[in-house]
């Protein structure tokens, strides 16, 4: 890759995550005052849900409508596109969302434990 494809990913990838920060911070409204201090960890968990979740959405339907405006082909073009290989590395992408929730969600629920005991 170039090294100006590079940093048009880096300035996407600022622009989603200050979006999903900003969404993140809006979740809090969402929500009736908090009652309890339990209120507040389930309120963080899912403003950090809201964050990750706007950044994989937006990150996904900005891809789809990137291809579909530059992508096009001929009316009558009925031949069959080039044939898609799913790699390991795609495959992966995922994980350390997975492994971020996963250990906030352990952080969380421990405390909710503690307190209700």
């Known amino acids: 890759m170039r090294c100006s494809d590079v940093l048009k990913l880096v300035a996407i990838a600022a622009v989603l995550a200050l979006a999903s920060f900003w969404m993140a911070q809006q979740a809090y409204s969402w929500f009736p005052p908090v009652a309890t ?6 309120d963080q968990l ?3 849900l809201v964050g990750l ?8 339907s900005g891809t789809i409508f990137y291809k579909v405006l530059t992508h096009l082909t001929n009316r009558f073009d009925m031949s069959d596109g080039p044939r898609s290989k799913a790699t390991t590395r795609w495959k992966l ?3 350390p969302f997975q492994f971020f929730w996963c250990f906030s969600s352990q952080d969380t629920v421990p405390d909710l434990q503690q307190d209700g005991d």
């Open 46 to 48: 899912f403003s950090l």
């Open 53 to 60: 979740g706007t950044f994989i959405f937006l990150g996904v």
């Open 37 to 42: 201090e339990e209120a507040k960890l389930v």
């Open 93 to 95: 992408c995922g994980r």
